[in-house]
Each structure stands twice: as C-alpha cells, then as structure tokens.
C-alpha cells in the first residue's frame, strides 16, 4: 500500500454517545466461537535475529510512515473493547523497541469494556525490561511472557544470533520481582538443536515463579525453510518430562492455546502449546492486528483486512469511521475458517514471518 502522511495530534476520545452503532455485539464467527483476544503487533523489528523467525540479514522491513500510530492503535482498540475484546497482548516484532511503549500500555489499559477495564499483556524477548517495567506496571501491564528457547550462552548465540543471553535473564529476573503473575516464559522445541534443555528449563522457570509453555515448532519463518521432521512434537515434550516428574493435566482449558499439566502433584505447572500435531482451533478466540494495519483471523492465514483506508481515509463522521472499524472487526471474524490445516495437503505458509504478523 502506499504511504500515507497523516498529522494525528489529538487523544482519541472514547465513542461519543450514539455513535456506536453496531459495537454492542460480540464477535462471534460463523463456527460460533466469540471472540475477546487481540493481539496488537506494535512493530515488525526485533533485537535478536532468532533462526525459527527472520534471516539474519536482507529482512525487509515495514517502512515507518505504514506503522500505525498510538492514537490508531487506540481507536482500533477502543472499538475492539466496545465489541467484547477483554484482553489486548502486545507483541512485535521486539514491542519494548517501540519508543512510545509506556504510553501505548497508559492509553490502552485506560479503555473500559463493556464488563470492565481491558487486560494488558505483553510478549517479550525481556532485553529491555530491567530498565522499562516499572513505568510499564505503573502504566498498567499486568501480564509478561519472555521468550527464552536455552539457558546456554554458546547455545544461544547460534539461535538468536546474537550474545544477549545474559541480558534475557536480567529481564526474567526483573520480571520475576515485579509481582506480574502470571509470569510465562516461552521456549520453541526444536530437535537437535535444544531437545536436550527442556528439564532445564522447567527447573528454571520454577525457580523463578513462573510457568515453562513448550511451543511447536510452526511454519512461520521468513525464508519458509520450516521442517516438520526437525519440530518435537507435543507427545515428545511430555514424555522427556514424564521421566522427571509426573504429569497430571489442569483441566479447564477453554480457549487458552496450552494445555497445561502439573509436576509432581504441583503446583508448578508446564505448558505445550501443539498447534501442528494437536490443534486447538476449535476454541480458538483470538484475532491479530499488525503493526501496518492489517487484521488477521488466524496466525496462519493468508488473507489479510486492511483497516489503513479506514484509519488514514480522512473523510466521514465520527460515527461513520467507527462503524467502518467494527465493520472491518466483524468482516475478518466472519471469515475465520473451522482450523489452519496445518495438515492439509494445500496448506500454503503464509507470506509474513512471525516477526511481521504478531504473536
């Protein structure tokens, strides 16, 4: 699309009286799942440069002027909230990279739903937390997840390619003292490469009070060089930890993307998140807004709803714009379709890597 100069120097008001039309209702899709789950991609740009996500070099960046600014970010939220959206996750691309993350948080976390204030979560690489969490508790954050695959320094550096190990634990420290619970950290299994740390890392997730969420390996690399042969599958994972303690499952799943267990009897918990051998599709409540503007009803689709005409349109009323928002909202939801079909046959990865989609 091309760039669009737009001056934004107002606060986006809340919707003024009579000019919701349509936000009342929730967003539920024609497979009947509701959806209350945003996830706001603030930036496609990373401070690590891990092999599962981006090359190294020759990434292809999002031109800034497509960028969506605060006040857009705010008022796409603020229709979201009005159409039964109960948490907003934050995520990139690296989100702390963004120079206005404080008042990103301070703006969304003041947005009142329908049943109340909006949930604030953010996934993170943790490099910058030390330095950033407590503005951004005091602006309103109230959930972390850290991405952290290995705790060997010479391990990291060959997955992340770059020697910032050291700084991801000070971020899990700073987070594990902040109170933020919640606290999950993230780690992608990958076979040959860290199938050997995942006890380790459980160990050191309890040790700092927080929840293990195993992910598998999925097909959202840049360079689509994904190979199912490498991923360690859900069944895998579990059987490496039940030779170290014994897994009960939680129940209670709902539309959470782990399935959780806990060891020994708990009460720490492990996570796996199986989107390609056992997909949660079907409870799925989730949509994807990235940082360019566009909506996504699945991590793994290839068709895109672009709200920039509407945002940086420039005509129309208030109320028009509004509803041309919770239009674009209800458009993408109604197209969700019943699962990724990860398995199928046709299955196309989708263009955007994950550090362009959002997690």
């Not at 970010?73 to 159409?83: D, F, S, T, W």
């Not at 009803?297 to 709803?305: G, Q, R």
Request: aromatic share 4%.
């Amino acid at each position: 699309m091309p760039a669009v100069s737009v001056a934004l120097a107002r606060r986006v008001p809340p919707p003024p009286d009579g000019a919701t039309g349509r936000l009342a209702g929730v967003l539920a899709d024609t497979h009947g799942r509701v959806h209350r789950d945003l996830r706001i991609s603030l930036t496609d740009r990373c401070s690590l440069r891990c092999t599962y996500c981006m090359p190294e070099q020759g990434n292809e960046w999002l031109a800034r002027q497509s960028i969506l600014t605060l006040d857009e970010i705010e008022e796409v939220a603020r229709v979201a909230a009005a159409a039964g959206i109960t948490t907003f996750r934050l995520t990139g691309g690296e989100p702390l990279l963004r120079r206005d993350i404080i008042d990103v948080v301070r703006r969304l976390a003041a947005i009142q739903g329908p049943d109340g204030p909006i949930d604030i979560a953010m996934t993170t690489n943790g490099i910058a937390l030390p330095g950033l969490l407590p503005a951004l508790v005091d602006a309103g954050l109230r959930r972390l997840n850290v991405s952290l695959d290995t705790l060997r320094p010479d391990r990291f550096r060959e997955l992340t390619r770059r020697d910032r190990l050291d700084d991801v634990l000070r971020g899990i420290a700073a987070a594990a003292a902040s109170g933020l619970r919640p606290l999950k950290l993230n780690a992608v299994a990958m076979r040959g490469v860290n199938d050997d740390d995942l006890v380790d890392l459980v160990e050191f997730a309890g040790a700092h009070d927080a929840q293990l969420r195993f992910i598998e390996q999925m097909p959202l690399d840049v360079g689509h060089t994904w190979d199912r042969a490498r991923m360690v599958t859900r069944e895998e994972i579990l059987d490496a930890l039940g030779r170290r303690w014994t897994l009960a499952p939680v129940p209670g799943r709902g539309g959470a993307p782990a399935e959780r267990w806990t060891l020994d009897g708990g009460p720490q918990t492990v996570g796996v998140i199986a989107s390609v051998t056992a997909p949660f599709c079907g409870a799925c409540d989730r949509l994807r807004l990235t940082a360019d503007g566009q909506l996504r009803n699945c991590l793994f689709s290839t068709t895109e709803y672009d709200l920039m005409p509407i945002l940086r349109g420039g005509s129309g009323s208030p109320r028009a714009r509004l509803d041309a928002i919770d239009g674009m909202l209800r458009a993408c939801v109604r197209g969700k379709l019943p699962g990724h079909a990860i398995d199928d046959p046709g299955f196309l990865q989708p263009q955007r890597g994950m550090n362009a989609i959002g997690g």
